[in-house]
């Protein structure tokens, strides 16, 4: 089985800029998450999708941060315009959708805004 | 917002020691609680969970301890190896609610040859 996959692996933008993150989660999967993991915490959640709609967006700085997933599949989170303290890894998950499930976490991708 | 709390937040052993890690968390309506265990460079990765009908759990050297009363749990490493340096999450969700998982803030563990 093909674990989440995450592109691209780091990023660096300078504040202000926008940058976007992709993800394909675990074929099968109807359940996607974005994590935000700021270096020494644990994951937070952004985002959680069922299929390709939104189930809760709660944490998500919506001023700045977009996500979609348009065909239930995968998944991109933009963050526009970037700050500082946005640095840090994001990670993806899923899981097959019936809410007692594991996640499956991929390799996150590290961004660092300058 | 944090409601697990965990610690100590770096731990040094010995190999062939025992790892002890704890959490505490303040949502009662929690129920399941897993640990994850996340290498440099990689996602966390399930470990061992355990539901609160139990008060411990193991999975080869891996034990989870639980009290519900005091809400309180803990991982223990027997045997701990330098392949088990990494730093370990443990978590706390309602048993049907993965989007309302709650992560402790890590634990990064050492184990010195």
């Known amino acids: 089985e093909a674990g989440v996959a995450q592109s691209p692996r780091y990023k660096i933008i300078e504040k202000r800029q926008s940058v976007a993150f992709w993800c394909n989660p675990i074929s099968g999967h109807a359940t996607l998450y974005w994590y935000q993991q700021i270096l020494g915490q644990g994951p937070k959640l952004l985002i959680q999708f069922q299929n390709n709609g939104v189930v809760d967006d709660s944490q998500l700085p919506k001023d700045r941060f977009s996500a979609e997933r348009l065909k239930g599949v995968d998944s991109t989170l933009k963050i526009q315009p970037a700050k500082l303290e946005d640095s840090a890894v994001y990670l993806c998950?899923?899981?097959?959708?019936?809410?007692?499930?594991?996640?499956?976490f991929g390799n996150g991708t590290r961004l660092t805004v300058t | 917002q944090q409601q697990v709390k965990q610690s100590p937040q770096s731990l040094i052993v010995q190999k062939g020691g025992i790892s002890i890690i704890n959490c505490a968390y303040e949502?009662?309506?929690?129920?399941?609680f897993p640990w994850y265990q996340q290498f440099p460079g990689k996602g966390p990765a399930l470990l061992i969970a355990?539901?609160?009908?139990?008060s411990e759990k193991k999975e080869g050297r891996f034990t989870i301890s639980f009290n519900k009363s005091a809400k309180q749990f803990s991982l223990h490493i027997m045997d701990s190896q330098p392949g088990d340096s990494a730093t370990y999450f443990c978590?706390?969700?309602?048993?049907?609610?993965?989007?309302?998982?709650?992560f402790g803030a890590g634990t990064r563990l050492t184990v010195k040859p």
């Open positions: 949502n009662t309506a929690f129920d399941y």
């Open positions: 978590a706390a969700r309602g048993l049907y609610n993965n989007n309302d998982m709650r």
């Open positions: 998950a899923s899981s097959p959708g019936d809410g007692n499930s594991p996640l499956h």
């Open positions: 355990i539901r609160p009908d139990v």
